[in-house]
């Protein structure tokens, strides 16, 4: 299991993030102590492949992915997806959509309110695909059109993003699953397993 700790402060505290109870409980004295302390087994986490080691297969074709190549945009041309949307990018868009959220959510833990929560449940009801499809509309700094996503992007995004039918499940759970194993906006974290 990975773990994306906040970072630590200059006392050596872990700062405001969704997984700072989590750090905090691994370094407790009641579960360091004798012969092997818990937080000696915590090693660095790679979320993804180190120095030129990432590569994606598509339709049986392999693609090298470095910081300096990024991911080929697979036919998106093909399915109907417009270059400016493949310029900006999947992982842009996706996080375009659940950002508002996690904003208002993080909010909601560092203030101890529920407003964000009421949000998210008045937007419970749709699905990935229902919200990009019916409700989302693009920020401004994507320099997007600024209007619903079509059933081609959205696919297109699902592809790359998830797996298949995974943009059928609630967004509530999409949002969650942004708080829980991804970076909110803002936030610095270090992953973590253990050995």
């Known amino acids: 299991m990975r773990y994306p700790l906040p970072e630590k402060d200059s006392s050596g505290n872990y700062k405001n993030g969704i997984m700072k109870r ?3 409980l691994i370094n407790c004295p009641q579960l360091n102590g004798g012969d092997t ?4 087994k915590l090693i660095d986490y790679y979320f993804k492949a ?3 080691g990432t590569f994606l297969y598509f339709n049986n074709q392999r693609y090298q992915v470095s910081e300096e190549t990024p991911p080929p945009d ?7 997806v417009e270059s400016e949307y493949v310029d900006v990018g999947v992982d842009n868009i996706v996080g375009d959509v659940v950002e508002p959220f996690t904003r208002i ?13 009421k949000t998210m449940m008045k937007n419970d009801a749709y699905s990935v695909r229902s919200y990009m499809s019916f409700k989302y509309i693009p920020s401004v700094n994507l320099k997007l059109p600024p209007m ?7 696919n297109w995004c699902e592809t790359f993003d998830n797996s298949t039918g995974s943009y059928d499940r609630a967004l509530t759970e999409q949002v969650c699953d942004a708080l829980a194993f991804a970076t909110a906006p803002g936030e610095v974290v270090e992953w973590k397993c253990f050995e």
């Open 37 to 40: 302390p818990l937080n000696t």
């Open 105 to 117: 959510l993080l909010r909601d833990l560092e203030q101890q309110t529920n407003t964000g929560w």
């Open 22 to 24: 989590l750090g905090e």
């Open 74 to 80: 697979f036919r998106a041309k093909e399915m109907g």
């Open 50 to 52: 180190r120095a030129g």
């Open 148 to 154: 619903h996503l079509a059933t081609n992007v959205i």
